[in-house]
């Protein structure tokens, strides 16, 4: 696996070793011993799956206190923007983002530590997102910005009218509101 540093330290970006030939292609998704290797000790213990439409931006979400989670995303099908936001209030990078595209044909990974907002929009038809996550999801314990939120200025490649969000992605937080437990 190749890891790329990205502006924000702690965040990469994966391209696993892809075997192809005629039947098509091979790879590891996920390998401890290679994520360790790379100083990236992580114990995963839940998978998510989401499957959405063009124009549809999940985000930007994430897990605070002792139910904070590190991520490891990738696209099964499709062609997804993902977006990772440094909410971690001691950081150099404090409000920073990381914007990467995840595709099925470029078979990119962006691993994400706990302390990041994270969310991602639709570029293809639609999509199928595959995340593995090293703390259990807890309701109460969500919290978000909008993912339109004027202090990042995210261009999430989705034109205005085109893009689709839930109540939940909505949220009137600002950088001033993050919670100081949010680790």
Not at 34 to 43: A, L, R, T, V
Not at 137 to 161: H, L, Q, T, V
Request: aromatic share 12%.
């Amino acid at each position: 696996m190749k890891l790329i540093k990205t502006q924000i330290s702690d965040v990469f970006i994966i391209e696993p070793r892809v075997v192809k030939d005629t039947r098509g292609y091979f790879y590891e998704g996920y390998n401890e011993d290679d994520f360790k290797k790379n100083g990236i000790c992580c114990n995963f213990v839940q998978d998510n799956i989401s499957k959405s439409t063009y124009g549809v931006i999940r985000g930007l979400h994430c897990q605070t206190g002792k139910y904070s989670q590190a991520k490891l995303v990738r696209v099964l099908s499709g062609r997804i923007l993902d977006i990772a936001v440094d909410v971690r209030r001691n950081s150099e990078t404090f409000g920073k983002y990381v914007a990467v595209e995840l595709s099925e044909d470029n078979f990119r990974q962006i691993y994400i530590p706990r302390g990041f907002l994270h969310g991602f929009s639709v570029l293809s038809e639609s999509a199928i997102t595959a995340y593995k996550v090293d703390n259990f999801y807890n309701k109460e314990s969500e919290w978000g910005m909008r993912y339109d939120a004027p202090e990042f200025n995210i261009d999430w490649m989705i034109p205005e009218n085109r893009i689709i969000t839930s109540e939940k992605d909505r949220i009137e937080h600002s950088l001033e509101d993050v919670p100081s437990f949010i680790l």
